[in-house]
């Protein structure tokens, strides 16, 4: 049983790929390379080159694998479908143009549920035509995926979206086919919803495709929410802190998914301010050698 770990753009705080204060991509390539890991996530469409040769040839000459790439699209929004559509059919094109295996679908940030990121019992819930047309939006695009891409389809429940809390991932996904839609869980995002990721994994090892490791300190996280700090500001504040030093029990992780067979890609995610206080590369080198020290 093998076990890779990866590493994504997100951590060098690129979660948009306009964002004028983003690192240039070439430079994300060579210090995720310099920090120990041997895979990268694409990041956002459009942060990294779509022309296959020219990220192809980058990846090669840095010895890189590409690992997935995300969707991090408003499926909450009926009236931005196109988008999220032409978002997820160039991610799938780039995905597939360079042998990469796994698609993300996470509901991006909604005004309505930014202030109870959280709070799950303060959160505002759909109603039940919103939900039919959310899940429906979902299903298309893992279908879309699975069966025209080849690709390994998962959803990622994330803060301040209206795939966050417990209860709603469970419901997306019993209403969805596992066959199409699998589940990529993010260690630190669970956290920060008041789930617990070890139990949540073992109650659905058999869907779990994919794993993301962050990790949450329970100071700013305990702050955040009794302020109700917008996400990206609480980004910015280190509610996602290096690995091993806050909420996450990596160690229990790790058991989990050796005694269980896990095999393939465990990626860091460090969501950041690109314009923080802290150098990517020292954090990204820095987890990687937490995870080298209790086995991975």
């Keep these: 049983m093998t076990i890779t770990i990866g590493n994504a753009p997100c951590s060098w705080g690129v979660e948009f790929a306009?964002?004028?204060?983003?690192p240039t991509w070439q430079r994300v390539l060579d210090e995720c390379k310099?920090?120990?890991?041997?895979?990268?996530?694409?990041?956002?469409?459009?942060?990294m080159p779509e022309d296959p040769l020219e990220l192809?040839?980058?990846?090669?000459?840095?010895?890189?694998?590409?690992?997935g790439g995300v969707v991090f699209r408003p499926f909450h929004d009926a009236e931005k479908w196109d988008d999220v559509v032409d978002a997820a059919k160039r991610t799938c094109r780039a995905l597939v143009s360079h042998k990469a295996k796994h698609l993300v679908l996470i509901d991006s940030i909604s005004p309505r549920r930014a202030p109870t990121a959280g709070r799950p019992n303060?959160?505002?819930?759909?109603?039940?035509a919103e939900w039919k047309g959310f899940c429906d939006?979902?299903?298309?695009?893992?279908?879309?995926?699975?069966e025209e891409y080849g690709l390994?389809?998962?959803?990622?429940?994330h803060a301040a979206g209206f795939i966050d809390f417990e209860a709603e991932t469970e419901r997306l996904l019993a209403e969805i086919d596992p066959s199409i839609l699998k589940l990529?869980?993010?260690?630190?995002?669970t956290h920060y919803a008041g789930f617990d990721p070890v139990a949540f994994m073992k109650r659905h090892r058999a869907r779990l495709a994919y794993v993301h490791f962050k990790d949450i300190d329970p100071r700013v996280k305990a702050d955040a929410v009794a302020k109700r700090t917008g996400f990206y500001d609480a980004c910015a504040q280190g509610i996602f802190c290096n690995l091993g030093k806050g909420m996450t029990d990596f160690k229990a992780v790790r058991e989990l998914l050796l005694s269980t067979g896990y095999e393939g890609w465990c990626t860091v995610?460090?969501?950041?301010?690109?314009?923080?206080?802290?150098?990517?590369?020292?954090?990204?080198?820095?987890?990687?050698?937490?995870?080298?020290?209790?086995?991975?």
């Design 34 to 47: 310099a920090a120990g890991y041997t895979g990268i996530e694409l990041g956002p469409i459009g942060f």
């Design 137 to 146: 939006r979902f299903r298309t695009i893992a279908r879309m995926g699975s």
């Design 122 to 128: 303060e959160a505002e819930q759909m109603d039940a």
């Design 269 to 296: 995610e460090q969501d950041c301010d690109p314009a923080g206080p802290t150098s990517p590369v020292d954090d990204a080198r820095e987890n990687r050698a937490y995870l080298k020290s209790i086995g991975f």
């Design 184 to 189: 990529c869980l993010d260690t630190g995002h």
């Design 56 to 67: 192809g040839d980058a990846l090669s000459a840095r010895g890189l694998t590409l690992i």
């Design 152 to 157: 390994t389809v998962s959803i990622h429940p």
């Design 18 to 22: 306009n964002d004028p204060r983003n």
